[in-house]
């Protein structure tokens, strides 16, 4: 969700603690549920419909399904206890709009700048996980709303599978078309697609194998 008024920002929710620690903040969504399933329709269509019912019940804003424009897929990592094969899409919203969370599921939101969101997890402000900080860094690369929905979706990276590499202070993230991603050496000469997940700070990289 991403709105101009009064400046190009993002919507981030946060959810609400598990364990004793923060919630992570997170962008508006959750499960396709049975009645996001129809016929005709098919997985990504799914995913649109849920991604507007979940926005509408964790958030308080109505979307149109159609409105929303796919620019990444994500699928958790083998290794992980549960997998997620997630749909992210983008869309702008009136800047007016109120923002209503329950205090529970959610338990607040923030409208920021990108770049602010990213300065925020640097800080230790908020949590991002990283698909949500690999977005906010994309849309870092906009000041209207308009030219990332523009842009965006004519930019849609092949699904991100993770292959995840323990490092000094933290973890380096492969993804699909790094020239590492293949063989783990992250020290491969070619193209760049990956997370230095580090104690500080985190750091996308996305470079063809030409730079």
Do not use: N
């Not at 969370?101 to 338990?107: L, P, Q, S, T």
């Not at 063989?183 to 030409?210: N, Q």
């Amino acid at each position: 969700m991403v709105r101009d008024e009064p400046r190009f920002e993002l919507l981030l929710l946060q959810r609400g603690a598990r364990g004793g620690a923060p919630g992570p903040w997170v962008f508006p969504g959750g499960k396709v549920e049975p009645g996001d399933r129809i016929d005709g329709v098919d997985a990504a269509g799914h995913a649109r419909l849920a991604a507007a019912r979940e926005t509408t019940e964790e958030a308080g804003l109505v979307l149109d399904p159609a409105a929303l424009m796919e620019i990444a897929r994500w699928v958790t990592p083998a290794i992980s206890p549960k997998r997620f094969d997630t749909w992210f899409f983008l869309t702008e919203t009136d800047g007016a709009a109120p923002v209503t969370v329950d205090g529970a599921e959610i338990v607040a939101h923030r409208w920021l700048p990108p770049a602010a969101a990213l300065a925020a997890h640097h800080e230790r402000q908020l949590r991002l996980a990283p698909p949500t900080f690999v977005t906010v860094s994309w849309l870092a690369e906009f000041s209207k709303a308009a030219e990332a929905l523009q842009v965006l979706p004519t930019r849609i990276p092949p699904p991100f599978h993770p292959r995840i590499h323990r490092v000094d202070e933290g973890a380096c993230m492969l993804y699909p078309g790094d020239a590492g991603y293949e063989s783990g050496d992250l020290d491969t000469p070619g193209a760049r697609h990956r997370l230095w997940a580090l104690a500080d700070p985190w750091r996308y990289e996305r470079t063809p194998a030409s730079e």
